[in-house]
């Protein structure tokens, strides 16, 4: 039963660390600065992001649990460690799953299919804004696995 306490009391300490941080970045009056990088968050992202907290804590005895069983710790103190840190990184493990499970999830066709148009003129500068001909460009869209190019003539 402790090993269990002690994973709860690792998860419960990792969700109440990141609340205060989503309340100040939620903030009508939030600024990102550059050393933070960490941008405004919108409270449906907050809502989402506080649910994946209640999911990570609720599921850090799991996780510690398969933890016991692949580790079997030999003593009472490597299985409280154990357990504290299995519920303490269940964020991290379950970010990771989700990491996992988006990459092996098809992309749906839609996204593949979007369309639209660019149009201008690329023209040399130092050449009196003449067109360039054979110029070259790159158009990256949201899917940076697309690339398109296009050659001007």
Do not use: W
Not at 53 to 75: E, K, R, T
Not at 133 to 143: D, Q, Y
């Amino acid at each position: 039963m402790y090993f269990i306490v002690l994973a709860l009391l690792g998860g419960a300490i990792s969700l109440t660390r990141r609340v205060p941080e989503y309340q100040k970045r939620s903030a009508s009056n939030y600024l990102s600065i550059a050393t933070d990088k960490k941008p405004y968050m919108t409270k449906g992202q907050v809502r989402e992001s506080l649910a994946f907290q209640i999911i990570q804590f609720i599921s850090a005895p799991l996780i510690a649990i398969v933890a016991y069983q692949l580790i079997d710790p030999g003593n009472l103190a490597s299985a409280v460690a154990l357990g504290f840190i299995a519920g303490f990184s269940s964020e991290a493990i379950l970010m990771m799953i989700r990491q996992l499970t988006n990459k092996i999830t098809p992309v749906a066709t839609d996204s593949l299919s979007l369309t639209g148009s660019v149009t201008g003129q690329v023209c040399e500068v130092a050449g009196g804004g003449k067109g360039v001909k054979g110029a070259s460009v790159n158009l990256v869209g949201h899917n940076q696995s697309k690339l398109m190019k296009a050659v001007i003539f």
